[in-house]
């Protein structure tokens, strides 16, 4: 059975290898915008479950492995009452630190779970792991030159905790793999749901 990442993310995927596996990525390209659009008031872990789940969909007719299972994910962060993702832009990554610094967000990752057997989809899990992240205080010229590298803009929150953006936290509340982009634990149990066993899956 082979494990199939629907995720371009290159955290994702260095985390996954990090712990024994050797999955196999195939990019959903959804319109996370139509997505999050075609929800009414999405609480934000059904916001982010339901992008993790259009994401698994999206990618099942390109999986050529009889046996599979795909899991996919989505992360957003929680702060001053809003849900935000990646910034568009090096302005709105720097208006998202100036709320951000000194202060605490929920980084939140929705999981979608998709188990193929024969070449058939058979079961599915669905959920979401939510933990709190205590971001640093960075001077002005510390969070132009974090803006400069680029990488605040590919990633939920605008910060990572496993590259540049680990200078500028603090700590962590909860599950730290969650925040880099895919919850080991939370991953673990979906696949026991599907009837996985992810030590059955390592290298």
Known sequence: ???VLASQSPAR???LRAAG?????VVSGVDEDAVAAALV????????????KAKANAVIDDITDLDAVVVACDSMLFIGGEMVGKPATPDIARERWARMAGGSGVLLTGHAVVRIDGGRRTKEAAGTRSTTVHFGSPSQAEIDAYIATGEP???????????LGGWFVEGVEGDPSSVIGIS???VRQLLAEVGVSVVEMWK
């Not at 596996?21 to 990525?25: A, Q, T």
Request: no cysteine; charged share 15%.
């Open 1 to 3: 059975m082979r494990f």
């Open 13 to 15: 995927l260095a985390l």
């Open 21 to 25: 596996l050797d999955p196999v990525v």
């Open 41 to 52: 008031e999405p609480a934000p872990e059904e916001l982010v479950t339901a992008l993790a």
């Open 153 to 163: 803009l590919q990633v939920a929150g605008a910060f990572t905790l496993d590259a």
């Open 184 to 186: 080991l634990p939370l």
